[in-house]
Each structure stands twice: as C-alpha cells, then as structure tokens.
DNA sequence: CCCGATACCCCCCTTTCGAGGTGTTTCGTT
DNA sequence: AACGAAACACCTCGAAAGGGGGGTATCGGG
C-alpha cells in the first residue's frame, strides 16, 4: 500500500534488454504511486545506481551480461539490508528461485507475468511483505523435499554436460575417477535420473546451471 | 523508407510476454512514421489479427504458449505472400534462425536488442530489405557450412535427452537397436559432440529442440 | 562428544556406449 | 534409369558407464 501520494514508491529497473524495460517503465509510470527512478542494464551499474538513488524497491533480472545476479542481490542486501528486491525473470527452475529468495529477494515473478501482478507485487513487497507468483512456489513446493546437488556435484555435473568422460572429469578436478563416479551415483540418485545425459538435462530444466 | 507521414507502416505484435509487448508498443509508438495496430499473446490470436488488419510489418516471438512460431510463419506466408514477418526472439541458436528465414520470415532481432537496431530493422523491412542481425548473422555463417540433423536423428536425441538407453530409444520407435547406434554415430559426427550428453547440450544450444 | 554431510579413495561386476566395417531398401532428384 | 541421401540392419570389440559393496578424513552443529 502506498503511503500517499505525495511519496511515490522509488523503483529501479535492472534488466538487460532494453524494450523490457521501457515495458517496465511504460507500465509502472502509468500508476500514480510508483515511479521509475533509474534503469540499469549490468550488475554493475545496478549497484552504482543503487547507492545513488537508494530506490523502495528494485526489479531485477537475474540474466545479466556481466555478473550473476544472484550475487548482486548478496551485495545489495549487505550493505543494505532494508532493499527490497523483486526478481523477474524469464524462467529458471526452483533451484535459481531459492538461491534468489536466499539471497534476500523479497518476490519472485517470471516475466510473462501480467501487468496486474506485477504491480500488485510491488505494492506487496513495498508495504513489507514477501510475493512470489503462484507457478513459482508451485514448483518450489514440489522440489522441497528433494535433495539438491552440492558444489562439487554441480562442477561434476557442468563438466559432464560438456563431454567430458569420467576420466577426463578427475583430471580436471584432480581427483580419482572412482571418485568421480561416487560423485555421479549421488547426482543421479538426488535428480532421479536414468543416467549421465538425463541428469544434465533435468539440471538444467531445474536451473543448477545454464549452458 | 516510410512511403509518406499520411500512411503510417501498420505493426502487428505477437509475443506472450505482456510486459515486453508494451515495451514495444511504448517504442513504435513514439515514432511518426510506425503504428502499433494489434497485439497477440498466441499463435492462434496472431491468424486471426492477422485476417483481420492485414499489418506491413508483424513482430513476431518464437516462443509462443500454444504453437511454434515457426508454423504461424509458415500459415501466415503461405496464405499472404506478400506478409512481412521480423522474428524477435531471446535467444535460439542458428537452427531455429534459420528455419525462421526459410519459413519466411524477413528479419530476426534478439529481444537484448536496442530500440534504434528494432526502429531500423522495421523501416528496412518495410522498403522491402532483408534485414538479420549481425550476432544472429555470425552465428550463421558459423554453422553454414556443418552438416545439419536429420529429423529422424532430432527424434532420437530428443529421447536420448529424457534418459533413454539406445535399448529403450529402438522400442520407442520400433527400430533394432543397432540403427539407433548408427543414428547416434551420426549425430555425435555431426554435431563435433564427444558424447550423447555433449550431443544434447550441443543440440539444445543450437536449438534444435527444447526441453 | 558424536553425528550427519561432504569429499575422497578402492574393489567388484554387468551393461551400455561408441568406433569400426558392410550391407539392404526406399525415396526424391536429376 | 541413375544417383545420392536417409533409414534400416547386422557384425565385432574395447572402453566407458553405472550399480553394488567397502572404507577414511574433515568439518560444523546438536
């Protein structure tokens, strides 16, 4: 809820692709109580733009060229702890949704969401509440009880998606090859897998990594 | 080149994203010479708007919710000749460009596109111009020369995709076993791939198939 | 202090893969 | 009629993969 209208909520755009975000601003200019204060297309000027403006609220994409979003959210949220932080995104599995939640984002929206939800979201998370679309946390309910990969399996894994044997995999890890396989044996097993291919395609489908 | 400020070029856009649609109506609008005179958020929607304003120029994402943009191409060039189609897509590898381009179409755009690179291709477009994208275009002219899949060979990545063994991929499709080896013989041939999991992240890259 | 999670290593064994080569039929193009 | 391309099938064979068992060391939290 906004506090009045003479106090617009401050909003800071960061998305990489510029017709987004001019749907974004197009959008969100068009309500009385919001308003647009910077847009920025990399992680970097996203902070920069930040400690500028020090928006109520920021809409992030977490595809940025330069950095992984994820990491932008930890900065911001260090040193601003109050940032209110909404992800909007094209569509990465629940494992990117819980890394950004983790990581202190307060709603999670994927951008073939409606202009309705999407202001509905800001109102939501400006007033102090957490908002995270309904397909989102459907999918997050439904990997909750699963168990997700470690470091290491996920470096196993993304070096597997590349062709790498198992051999090829210990030489670049410096480890044994058994080692390797027991490593392979939890990946399956935790993605339910049938074998190597499968597991990197479900990897992926549930965002542990992009190629 | 705009024929005359009375006649403005008519768009039709077609993408499911509500968000970015206003982007692009924000941007064409801002400008004398162009007018946005629908939207579509399906391929189905996309016919039908099509019928009935007959625009110069649609807009076109790949990624529509119930059919494959490169189909809705193929009906809208086939009943319209002279229908002039720019695809504007996130990001698919030179496989779907490519069948964009046969299907018709006469541009393709990355959604991470500038608005003066989306003003321009629409005006090129218009005067009748081809008009691709320099990364899409370099992509391209990389693959142009390698040897395409077959869809038979498309159809057995895509279950070996899903974690099928060659065993389960020849039940499947009702072939022996060793023709399935064959296929994939081929398909790492073709694709440089060291192996059937580097050839389906090879393959979803180039985008030939989603998952 | 022990426990669970993680990472690491080693053995076994069977199945599957992937690299060879060779051959048919079918089908569309020339 | 002749051609190549594609799909299909059969063969061998060594190299991976994957499923099973065993084990050690570390680290952080209950």
């Given at each position: 809820?906004?506090?009045?209208?003479?106090?617009?909520?401050?909003?800071?755009?960061?998305?990489?692709?510029?017709?987004?975000?001019?749907?974004?601003?197009?959008?969100?200019?068009?309500?009385?109580?919001?308003?647009?204060?910077?847009?920025?297309?990399?992680?970097?000027?996203?902070?920069?733009?930040?400690?500028?403006?020090?928006?109520?609220?920021?809409?992030?994409?977490?595809?940025?060229?330069?950095a992984n979003g994820i990491d932008v959210i930890?900065?911001?949220?260090?040193?601003?702890?109050?940032?209110?932080?909404?992800?909007?995104?094209?569509?990465?599995?629940?494992?990117?949704?819980?890394?950004?939640?983790?990581?202190?984002?307060?709603?999670?929206?994927?951008?073939?969401t409606l202009r309705r939800d999407l202001l509905?979201?800001?109102?939501?998370?400006?007033?102090?509440?957490?908002?995270?679309?309904?397909?989102?946390?459907?999918?997050?309910?439904?990997?909750?009880?699963?168990?997700?990969l470690t470091e290491r399996e996920v470096e196993?894994?993304?070096?597997?998606?590349?062709?790498?044997?198992?051999?090829?995999?210990?030489?670049?890890?410096?480890?044994?090859?058994?080692?390797?396989?027991?490593?392979?044996?939890?990946?399956?097993?935790?993605?339910?897998?049938?074998?190597?291919?499968?597991?990197?395609?479900?990897?992926?489908?549930?965002?542990?990594?992009?190629?």
């Amino acid at each position: 809820m906004p506090k009045s209208s003479s106090s617009r909520i401050r909003i800071l755009i960061v998305d990489d692709h510029p017709v987004l975000r001019e749907g974004l601003v197009t959008i969100i200019e068009s309500q009385a109580d919001l308003q647009v204060v910077a847009e920025a297309g990399t992680g970097k000027e996203a902070i920069t733009l930040f400690e500028a403006h020090h928006p109520d609220i920021t809409l992030m994409d977490l595809g940025l060229p330069d950095a992984n979003g994820i990491d932008v959210i930890k900065t911001l949220r260090e040193t601003h702890p109050d940032a209110r932080i909404i992800v909007l995104t094209t569509y990465l599995g629940d494992v990117q949704a819980i890394r950004a939640l983790r990581a202190g984002a307060s709603g999670y929206l994927l951008k073939a969401t409606l202009r309705r939800d999407l202001l509905d979201s800001i109102r939501a998370v400006h007033a102090g509440l957490r908002h995270v679309q309904a397909e989102v946390a459907t999918e997050l309910g439904q990997h909750a009880a699963e168990l997700s990969l470690t470091e290491r399996e996920v470096e196993v894994l993304k070096l597997i998606a590349t062709g790498c044997s198992n051999k090829i995999v210990a030489d670049r890890l410096n480890i044994s090859e058994d080692t390797v396989k027991g490593h392979v044996r939890n990946i399956l097993f935790k993605l339910k897998a049938n074998d190597r291919t499968h597991a990197v395609t479900i990897a992926l489908h549930r965002g542990f990594f992009e190629i």
